[in-house]
């Protein structure tokens, strides 16, 4: 079902993406949608709060939030940020390595680049719980750069470069430029609207493509097939691939003793840095409540090690 909002100001161009994005998944994935939508409403209070066309719109996506969260209350992607930030990472990263494939595979095409641009969106969205990952962050800046630079090639019937080709300092020129020039979206519909979204799990899939790709299942990203010829990176960057990262089961982690006596495993006191981040991004916000109930629970589980 659609939602109905008023119109975008002009104030508010830049939140508009986002708003796109939450309707393109209002009937695909409500928890993206929500989020895309908070997200949305976050950037516009801090950009035009005074403006009646703005307020318009601001308050009808209140409206809309507080409706949802009640509708969705036992949906706990919604209700909880820890599941919040795990669904919306995960279909990022799912979007993220299914254009990167597809991209090294030099199988280029608008739904390519639909889906890095809207994996960069969603690595943005995910700001709303803490602050990135240095593997994210990257992921970010790559997947917006990618794709204004394919987009760009195809309109000016220019054959892309597969992978990663320039030396960071470029990198991030090509990337300001990308957000300069509102993204891609901003290049009208007949790039953005006219492609097609299929397949479980709600990634964009190009039909003439060569389907060495297996289409993952919802909530579960599966890492691309490996291109048979592996291109070289100049400048020394390479996109993020989860697949790639050893590790190492947390039950075999030693855990530590503190001063106080309390034994923490790892993955108690990476829950600790948590709630503290959750606590920052909460007084981002003037929320008081939020951060002092966060920072009461990894006090709380610094000095018992239990997760209240």
């Not at 993955?267 to 606590?279: M, P």
């Amino acid at each position: 079902m659609s939602v109905q909002l008023p119109p975008c100001p002009a104030s508010l161009k830049t939140i508009q993406h986002y708003l796109k994005t939450a309707s393109e998944h209002d009937n695909r994935d409500p928890v993206v949608s929500y989020w895309c939508r908070l997200y949305a409403l976050q950037m516009g209070l801090k950009i035009d709060r005074k403006s009646d066309e703005a307020k318009a719109l601001l308050t009808a996506l209140m409206d809309w939030l507080e409706t949802e969260k009640k509708a969705l209350a036992d949906n706990e992607a919604v209700t909880h940020e820890l599941a919040a930030q795990a669904h919306i990472e995960n279909y990022a990263l799912k979007l993220f390595l299914y254009a990167d494939s597809q991209d090294r595979a030099a199988n280029f095409g608008k739904n390519v680049v639909k889906s890095f641009y809207t994996a960069g969106m969603l690595f943005d969205i995910l700001t709303t719980f803490g602050e990135l990952s240095e593997e994210l962050v990257q992921n970010r800046k790559y997947a917006k750069w990618k794709a204004a630079y394919i987009h760009n090639c195809l309109k000016n019937g220019e054959t892309p470069v597969p992978g990663p080709m320039k030396g960071e300092d470029e990198f991030e020129n090509e990337e300001n430029e990308a957000g300069a020039m509102g993204g891609i979206s901003g290049a009208g519909t007949s790039t953005m609207e006219n492609m097609n979204y299929e397949g479980t799990g709600g990634c964009f899939v190009q039909p003439e493509d060569n389907s060495s790709y297996v289409q993952p299942t919802p909530n579960i990203y599966v890492p691309p097939t490996t291109p048979s010829r592996t291109p070289d990176y100049p400048g020394g960057f390479m996109p993020y691939n989860p697949a790639a990262v050893p590790t190492t089961p947390s039950d075999e982690a030693p855990p530590r003793t503190f001063t106080n006596g309390v034994m923490l495993k790892p993955e108690q006191i990476t829950k600790a840095q948590k709630y503290c981040k959750w606590a920052g991004s909460a007084l981002n916000y003037d929320d008081i409540p939020t951060a002092i109930a966060n920072l009461q629970k990894a006090i709380t589980l610094l000095q018992t090690g239990q997760d209240s």
